[in-house]
């Protein structure tokens, strides 16, 4: 699927796309898996955090003082849709550290497929920050549409959306509900199965992370 959606972004950085291959493989091991979302995650910070404001500081080189750019890392927040969005937010973090963290615990309804919250968990002062919001898959859309609701309650300055692999199912979705949401992805997938999983997708991302079934 290809997009004209200035809000949609499909990252293809030759890196992004060689490590989500070998994710996406069924034979790749659970540590192998979890080293490249890591590293993937990494690289796809770099392009999601293009924006970010920077800051003017005063500081001191070898040689002498100078005014330089810096960002501040403490007015972002990212928030990882619970369990497989912890994946992502390491990766986030090894590149942000300075980052807050909140948690949404959401779960598939089997029979509706339908999110369910269990958890929600976020940093104070988030009219202040600008969020990231984390997770593997965007294939129904119904737990990233159900997330941003919640974190749009609590009026932060603005919310991005970021997920390794996608479909049009669901990036149709979460634009029609969230149409102020930028979506970062590293594929668009061609449809969702009966059961609401990504074809081709890489399986179930949770399980694939943690070694579970």
């Not at 002062?125 to 990233?144: N, W, Y």
């Not at 199912?169 to 029609?176: Q, S, T």
Request: aromatic residues 6%.
């Amino acid at each position: 699927m290809s997009t004209t959606d200035p809000l949609v972004n499909v990252i293809n950085h030759p890196l992004v796309q060689h490590k989500l291959t070998l994710m996406r493989r069924k034979d790749a091991s659970t540590n192998s898996f979890r080293t490249l979302l890591n590293e993937l995650a990494m690289l796809m910070a770099y392009e999601v955090t293009r924006d970010m404001p920077m800051q003017d500081v005063e500081i001191e080189t070898p040689l002498e003082s100078m005014t330089a750019k810096m960002i501040d890392g403490k007015k972002l927040a990212l928030v990882s849709i619970l369990r497989a969005g912890t994946g992502i937010l390491d990766g986030f973090l090894s590149v942000v550290p300075g980052a807050r963290v909140g948690h949404i615990g959401l779960y598939r309804d089997p029979a509706t497929l339908q999110a369910v919250e269990y958890y929600f968990k976020m940093p104070k002062e988030m009219p202040e920050r600008d969020v990231i919001v984390v997770d593997p898959m965007l294939a129904t859309g119904h737990s990233a549409i159900a997330a941003i609701s919640r974190i749009k309650a609590l009026a932060p300055k603005s919310i991005k959306f970021v997920c390794l692999v996608s479909c049009p199912e669901g990036v149709a979705a979460l634009r029609a509900a969230h149409p102020d949401v930028a979506i970062f992805t590293a594929a668009i997938d061609r449809q969702l199965n009966d059961h609401g999983y990504i074809l081709p997708g890489l399986g179930d991302a949770g399980d694939r992370i943690f070694g579970t079934q």
